[in-house]
């Protein structure tokens, strides 16, 4: 009887009041035994309903608390159906929403789903695609409003985007930087070095002329004209891999003609001091057990050779999770950063840093979580 009158409650007749953190909380604990499950479900179904009328920067919140597969699936089909039949954002607010809600999805990465959480990842991905659709559709006349924060906006916008985006998203973000970078007014050193990274990474580290002058000179300018403020190791890390791909990638001509800009010292010499800095991927459960069994059956697979783990690899941002060095071979495992919602995926990150890797003479094997790792596994990589 207590469970049909809070079922009755939960429901539109019932008018509950309860505010929404408290149905979020509530869902949170009630899961498990079939009893709290038709619980659970009719908070579901009342989140469902009341999400239809918060406002845009509440359902960002909402979304960053958004910790289980039910949950996110809800969410996304409440943004799924505001963006279904629009096809570009009037105002910058609301853009801006849009864009942390797909950065918030993109920090937690399919391979943070549980193999249980199949239709969640599915659904953000779908939505995903769509976001996207709609966001780069809107960037020009959100830079054209907001001129100010227009390098902010855009940095923003390229690093929510890069996780899921494929190459064709990288000429309409790149179209945008004149409008939104200048050398007269450079912005700091976080959205340059951001808006640097994710181009160079959607474009595989292969920039167009065009977009690699910009960026380097007003990377140049940010770094100079950055007085003592601090940059965080992650950026730092970023600008290296930029500077890297630059390097790698750039006809002499171009390397020639980008070192003789004004900025470029102040670049370089920045440059110089990062060969200690490299990425710190996030600790991803899915490949712990991975790891566990490379360590162990890599001896039986190259038995004339040794292995390092952790290896830093000299000249790059990058550590190899397993390296046989006298092949020239590493073995990585895929993070959050480094792929896509489909299984073997790369991301345009995870392409950027195989391409650099490959490009210094290094074979690169990926170690998916449901790739055959057994001895004869391994030496196919």
């Given at each position: ?5 809070v ?5 539109e007749?019932?008018?509950c009041?309860l ?5 979020l ?21 009342n989140?469902?309903?009341r ?9 960002v919140s909402l ?7 039910p ?7 409440e ?5 279904s ?8 607010q609301?853009f801006?929403?849009?864009?942390a ?6 920090s ?6 549980a193999?249980?959480?199949a239709?969640?990842?599915e659904?953000?991905?779908?939505r995903?695609a ?10 020009r ?10 390098p ?6 390229v ?11 990288a000429?309409?973000?790149?179209a945008c930087?004149?409008a939104?970078?200048s ?6 050193p ?17 920039l ?6 910009r ?9 100079r ?5 601090k940059i ?6 970023k ?6 791909s ?10 020639a ?6 900025e470029s010292a102040s ?18 459960p899915?490949?712990?057990d991975?790891?566990?069994t490379?360590?162990?059956?890599l ?9 390092v783990?952790k290896l830093?690899?000299?000249?790059t941002?990058?550590e ?8 020239r071979?590493l073995?990585?495992?895929?993070r959050t ?13 995870g392409?950027?840093m ?5 490009h ?7 170690l998916?979580?449901?790739?055959e790792l ?7 990589l």
């Amino acid at each position: 009887g207590l469970m049909k009158a809070v079922v009755s409650f939960l429901r539109e007749e019932g008018k509950c009041q309860l505010e929404l953190h408290t149905v979020l909380d509530a869902l949170k604990v009630f899961t498990g035994s079939q009893t709290t499950n038709i619980l659970a479900l009719a908070l579901l179904a009342n989140l469902e309903m009341r999400l239809r009328t918060v406002s845009s920067k509440n359902l960002v919140s909402l979304s960053a608390e958004a910790s289980t597969d039910p949950l996110r699936q809800v969410v996304a089909a409440e943004v799924g159906r505001r963006i279904s039949k629009i096809k570009v954002v009037r105002r910058t607010q609301d853009f801006d929403d849009l864009v942390a809600i797909l950065a918030q999805w993109a920090s937690r990465g399919p391979l943070s789903f549980a193999e249980d959480e199949a239709k969640g990842r599915e659904v953000i991905t779908e939505r995903s695609a769509r976001m996207t659709y709609v966001i780069l559709a809107s960037l020009r006349d959100m830079i054209q409003q907001d001129p100010k924060n227009a390098p902010r906006r855009l940095a923003a916008t390229v690093a929510a985007i890069s996780p899921f985006a494929g190459g064709d998203a990288a000429e309409p973000l790149a179209a945008c930087l004149p409008a939104a970078l200048s050398l007269a007014e450079a912005p700091g050193p976080r959205p340059a070095g951001e808006l640097a990274f994710h181009l160079a990474a959607l474009h595989h580290g292969a920039l167009p002329f065009h977009v690699a002058i910009r960026l380097w000179r007003v990377l140049g300018v940010a770094l100079r004209d950055r007085e003592e403020e601090k940059i965080e190791h992650g950026l730092r890390a970023k600008i290296r891999a930029f500077a890297l791909s630059i390097y790698c990638f750039s006809s002499r001509t171009t390397l020639a003609t980008l070192r003789m800009a004004p900025e470029s010292a102040s670049l370089e010499a920045y440059v110089e001091e990062l060969d200690k800095v490299h990425f710190q991927w996030q600790k991803d459960p899915a490949v712990k057990d991975v790891a566990s069994t490379v360590r162990r059956v890599l001896p039986e697979a190259v038995p004339s050779s040794t292995f390092v783990e952790k290896l830093a690899i000299a000249g790059t941002p990058y550590e190899a999770d397993f390296a046989i060095e006298d092949l020239r071979v590493l073995l990585l495992l895929p993070r959050t950063e480094l792929c896509l919602a489909e299984e073997g995926t790369l991301s345009c990150q995870g392409r950027l840093m195989q391409r650099i890797l490959e490009h210094l003479g290094w074979r690169v094997g990926w170690l998916w979580p449901h790739s055959e790792l057994d001895r004869d596994g391994l030496r196919r990589l």
